[in-house]
């Protein structure tokens, strides 16, 4: 669960991390009275899941209450990358005598988390990452000892910070280790993380994402999940627990775990395709979960042709059939869709099926026959 | 041979009283594993189906003898069950539970690896390991797999192991030990240590290896075959065509800031002499024509 910038700052203040007093709002006459609030200069921020905001002008500095109404009306409704802005944060704006970069996250292949801490802050890391990596200081900790003060003393040092941010550093890289264990993140990170020319340091921006594994300890969570980011496609799947991804293609894909489903979009590229989603039923295939997958599928009008891809290992193709035929029958299909069922007793499954084959209901035996047929399929729909 | 299990392994399963771990165990069973015992600690001293269930890990081995134990605990007990196994002295933990939070991954992972060198963990959200014909601990469908080798199989995915199997079974080609390391952020146990343990197994005498996108794992286990594995290996890789910064059904199974990428691994794995297939289909036919030519 990626957080957007005001729920981070949020998140951060929960854990002790100075952040810059403001508040987010959905209207300019909000914005205005919270700008009157905080005291002038304010910045007015929009709050979209994509980079680049400033650019786009998602990011404007007002010195009074006539600038900061203008600003708020401007960038509300603004289109970033295809993000519509609905929210926007603002906040009292901060001198700056320098930028730094500080975040948590997992090391995948040292299976510790890493810590990485720059004194080339307010820029993207990867770019610092690739032009100059000795400029950012990195940190392991094993999760079993957690980020002692002197460990995280010396790191700060090696980072060759302004030495007036020393002491300050080490007191929110500290609480930023909390946030990011005791709240169950992926990811916290601050760019730019500042020093004040008055020798406070402070995090300017919030980058967080939450594991949704760990919503069970924190039931709170949930008020996040209208704020992500999702296509109507991907919203309507959601409400209905599937894992679904949207693509932008023309042919619906249905298939058993994330494995199979991934590679099943794979293929259909491979013969020339392409897919409208991702859609991991899981290990059963039932009529509930099949039905619903097709509704889903249905209601996307690019979707020309279905490829459902199931392979059955403790499920049995009966009763996979069965799931399929019972679904066919509660959700009227409006693209033909091509099976493809293997595994567990697939013969006695394909006989199920074989008296309903049609026009509009195709099956084939292997992934590949299969995906040419749905391609085929959908390209001669899309063209009659 | 086979690796980490054989005939001889008898294990508990941390959680049979529940209705997945009853459902699992009782096929494991079925199949031959030596499912010597359950733990509940409100329900010592019952049985499942003739199974006796006892209050903690340690009692059962006690009793039983048992060395591996499965764990079918829901996602919140994960951790304490696997450091209860590790405690009690169990060699070879197989978590199938998956939604198990990154950081207890990493907390357990790192604690075995500090305080408990000789437990090997295998999983969390995994379809956990068959040697066919011997024991099969977890949820694999057992029939779908030939015995005898010379095959041995490690894979990320559960659905695309089932498929390779069956793909193997229907080439009547058979298979050593099918490793399902999970698609999580900290796996227990590795890509390399199953190549590593295939590598030393002398009934082995090829391996498939099946990944996908996210992390870097594959990427090592290129470095590893190219430097340490004499055998051939064949690949697949899932998720050529995801789109980053999207998660594909597994928690682990992202491309984020251009790393992690399919073609990437696929590469990696092509470098170091491995015969990669575009599509599960294909890599099997590739082990096909390798084991024909053994």
């Known amino acids: 669960m990626d957080l957007l910038e005001y729920q981070g700052k949020q998140f951060f203040a929960q854990y002790g991390i100075p952040v810059s007093d403001g508040e987010a709002t959905d209207n300019v006459d909000d914005a205005v009275a919270i700008a009157e609030r905080v005291g002038y200069p304010v910045v007015v921020k929009a709050q979209v899941h994509t980079g680049g905001r400033g650019k786009a002008g998602g990011v404007k500095l007002a010195e009074n209450a006539d600038e900061a109404r203008m600003h708020a009306s401007n960038i509300l409704g603004l289109d970033i990358k295809g993000h519509v802005v609905k929210t926007i944060w603002v906040e009292i704006a901060s001198d700056i005598a320098e930028e730094y970069y500080a975040s948590f996250t997992l090391d995948r292949s040292a299976k510790q988390h890493l810590g990485m801490l720059s004194a080339e802050g307010g820029v993207e890391i990867e770019t610092v990452a690739e032009e100059n990596p000795d400029a950012i200081a990195k940190i392991h900790v094993d999760p079993t000892v957690g980020l002692t003060e002197d460990q995280c003393r010396a790191w700060v040092e090696a980072a060759n910070l302004n030495p007036d941010a020393t002491d300050g550093a080490v007191d929110i890289l500290m609480k930023l280790y909390n946030a990011y264990v005791e709240g169950d993140a992926d990811l916290v990170e601050i760019n730019p993380l500042i020093l004040k020319p008055t020798g406070e340091v402070h995090a300017l921006d919030a980058k967080v994402s939450l594991d949704g594994n760990a919503t069970y300890e924190h039931p709170d969570y949930t008020k996040y999940d209208a704020t992500q980011p999702r296509d109507e496609r991907e919203e309507a799947a959601h409400a209905k627990g599937l894992q679904y991804v949207g693509l932008d293609g023309s042919v619906g894909v249905i298939a058993n775990g994330a494995g199979l489903a991934m590679s099943t979009v794979d293929v259909v590229n491979q013969v020339g395709g392409k897919p409208a989603n991702f859609l ?105 | ?53 006892f209050a903690t890990v340690a009692d059962a081995m006690e009793a039983t003898g048992a060395t591996a134990s499965c764990i079918f605990i829901p996602a919140p007990g994960v951790k304490g069950a696997v450091l209860e196994a590790a405690e009690a002295g169990i060699e070879f933990i197989v978590a199938i539970t998956e939604g198990v939070p990154a950081h207890d991954e990493a907390y357990f992972f790192n604690k075995l690896r500090n305080d408990f060198p000789n437990t090997r963990l295998l999983g969390p959200n995994c379809p956990g390991i068959i040697s066919p014909g011997k024991c099969n601990i977890g ?63 002398p009934e082995t005498k090829a391996v498939m290896m099946i990944g996908e996108i996210g992390g870097s794992a594959e990427e090592e286990a290129a470095e590893f075959i190219k430097a340490n594995m004499s055998k051939p290996v064949t690949s697949y890789v899932a998720g050529v065509t995801a789109p980053p910064g999207k998660k594909m059904g597994h928690a682990g199974a992202i491309v984020s800031g251009g790393k992690g990428t399919a073609q990437a691994k696929m590469e990696a794995l092509a470098d170091a002499g491995v015969k990669v297939g575009q599509n599960p289909t294909e890599a099997g036919e590739l082990m096909a024509e390798i084991v024909a030519n053994l």
């Open chain 1, 280 to 384: 991991d039923i899981g290990g059963g295939a039932n009529a509930d979960v099949m039905s619903g997958a097709m509704e889903v599928i249905n209601n996307d009008p690019a979707v020309k042709a279905i490829f459902i891809n199931i392979f059955g290992g403790i499920t049995r193709g009966e009763e996979v059939a069965n799931g399929i035929i019972e679904a066919m029958n509660r959700v009227t299909i409006d693209a033909p869709i091509v099976i493809r069922l293997d595994g567990t007793n697939a013969n006695e499954g394909r006989a199920i099926l074989e008296p309903h084959l049609s026009d509009s209901l195709m099956m084939e035996t292997t992934m590949l026959d299969a995906a040419r047929k749905a391609v085929e399929l959908a390209d001669s729909q899309a063209n009659g």
């Open chain 2, 1 to 53: 041979m086979s690796i980490f299990v054989d005939e001889n392994t008898k294990v508990v399963y941390q959680g049979l009283t529940g209705s997945q771990g009853r459902y699992y165990g009782l096929l494991n069973k079925e199949y031959g594993t030596q499912v010597v015992a359950g733990t509940n600690p409100k329900k010592a001293g019952t049985d499942v189906e003739g199974i006796p269930i």
């Open chain 2, 139 to 201: 949820i694999t469908a057992g029939h779908i797999a030939k015995a005898g080798g010379p095959v041995g199989i490690v894979s990320r995915s559960g659905t695309l192991t089932y498929q390779a199997l069956y793909e193997l079974k229907e080439k009547g080609i058979g298979v050593t030990t099918c490793v399902g390391i999970g698609g999580d952020p900290v796996p227990g146990t590795s890509f390399i240590d199953c190549l590593a343990a295939f590598e030393a197994d």
